[in-house]
């Protein structure tokens, strides 16, 4: 693939997942907004105050997320629209990954590669605390 | 709960708007207007304003990507730098002391002046070093006529040393550290301006997630106040760029000048007084 197409590619098309999932990350913190003013206002507002308080360590981790989703937690939801958007530079840096595979550029393909890998480090290094 | 969210909206749109207008991120305005405004404990603002920079980064890259403005392969070179640095910062922001981090706040918020005040024209060389050329960093920018310039790209391994800094000090205070990613590009890579701001913007999407996964993980994202910051930090910085055009940012540098100079007096006082 010649440089100038693979970067008509890539500026096509990273505007386009950009916006993509940064709407889809905005309708669910929306939604879970109004799902929690109009199910768990004093939820709400206890969370906030906890956090006022600094009580935070481990009440919305992501392991404790499903359990929550099947509790019908409005707040699992603004925790997955949180989590969708911060995968917003996960999804841009893999999408220049599998471009730079097909190209070959394996110069690009490493410091992506290097990239993605501190993203994963990230997860893992808050999930040890 | 509407008292409360109005407060966070409030704060957060006025935070992303002065963000965007100053060119300087939402992140540097809503961790001290959470902390002196709302309250809140600083890891708290940290987490928040984390989450809010990526979402604002990736609203301001669309158009300059799209346009051109973006040298996504000079991102892509410095990202493993500010990664590196974001991670580190995340994790350390867990255990250092608030002091210190209230310390370091006032210091970036110094720096953001003297950035403010120093910003300079553009110094756009006609021959890169060898690793920018191995690298294919060179671009094209267009200038006021719109015929397209082109530029090279040197010192790439001192513009990383301080790009693993800027991602250090967002991942601990939770800000873009856009001011010190634009010096690095425009001062010592030799980048021009408007590039480096474009870039750095584009940047600091990877660089903030990096942080804010950590924070997430952790289970140190108070949702009540990320969610609606994110969407007041957003709302206020498409505002902002919106107006930007139609307005003289240069008789406002000096405003943004006091700004930061208080901010930083506030989050020194706080610091050293123990508040």
Not at chain 1, 33 to 46: E, I, K, N, R, S
Not at chain 2, 185 to 200: F, G, R, W
Not at chain 2, 205 to 232: K, Q, S, W
Request: hydrophobic share 55%.
């Amino acid at each position: 693939m010649p440089k100038q197409e693979e970067d008509r590619i890539l500026r096509e098309w990273t505007p386009i997942l950009l916006r993509s999932i940064l709407i889809a990350a905005m309708i669910l913190l929306v939604a879970g907004l109004v799902m929690t003013y109009t199910f768990a206002p004093d939820y709400f507002v206890q969370r906030y105050h906890e956090a006022r308080q600094g009580h935070l360590i481990g009440r919305e981790r992501f392991a404790t997320l499903p359990d929550r989703i099947r509790a019908g937690n409005p707040h699992a939801v603004l925790t997955i629209g949180l989590f969708v958007l911060t995968l917003v530079p996960l999804a841009r840096v893999a999408f220049c990954f599998i471009l730079f595979i097909r190209e070959r550029d394996y110069t690009y393909v490493a410091l992506t590669a290097y990239v993605l890998a501190g993203l994963i480090v990230g997860v893992l290094v808050g999930s040890v605390g | 709960m509407l008292e409360i969210l109005i407060n966070l909206f409030a704060l957060s749109i006025g935070a992303g708007f002065i963000g965007a207008i100053s060119g300087l991120g939402g992140g540097v305005f809503i961790v001290p207007a959470l902390i002196i405004f709302a309250h809140m404990p600083m890891k708290v603002a940290v987490g928040a304003s984390l989450i809010s920079v990526v979402a604002t980064s990736a609203g301001a890259s669309v158009a300059f990507v799209r346009d051109g403005w973006t040298n996504l392969k000079v991102a892509m070179v410095l990202e493993c730098a500010t990664v590196t640095g974001a991670v580190i910062g995340a994790y350390l922001a867990g255990v250092v002391p608030t002091v210190v981090l209230e310390l370091l706040f006032a210091a970036m918020m110094l720096q953001s002046a003297y950035f403010t005040v120093t910003k300079r024209g553009d110094d756009i060389l006609t021959r890169g070093d060898p690793l920018a050329e191995r690298l294919e960093l060179s671009g094209d920018v267009p200038d006021l006529s719109g015929t397209p310039v082109h530029y090279e790209v040197v010192k790439v391994p001192q513009g990383g040393a301080l790009m693993v800094v800027a991602g250090l000090m967002s991942g601990l205070l939770g800000i873009g550290s856009g001011a010190l990613k634009v010096m690095a590009m425009d001062y010592i890579m030799h980048l021009p301006l408007k590039v480096s701001s474009a870039t750095s913007n584009f940047m600091i999407g990877v660089t903030a997630g990096a942080g804010a996964l950590v924070f997430l993980a952790r289970g140190d994202v108070a949702t009540t106040i990320a969610a609606p910051v994110a969407i007041g930090v957003t709302a206020g910085a498409l505002t902002g760029s919106r107006v930007l055009p139609h307005i003289r940012v240069e008789y406002l540098r000096t405003v943004f000048v006091i700004i930061l100079l208080l901010i930083a007096a506030e989050m020194g006082w706080r610091a050293l007084s123990g508040i």
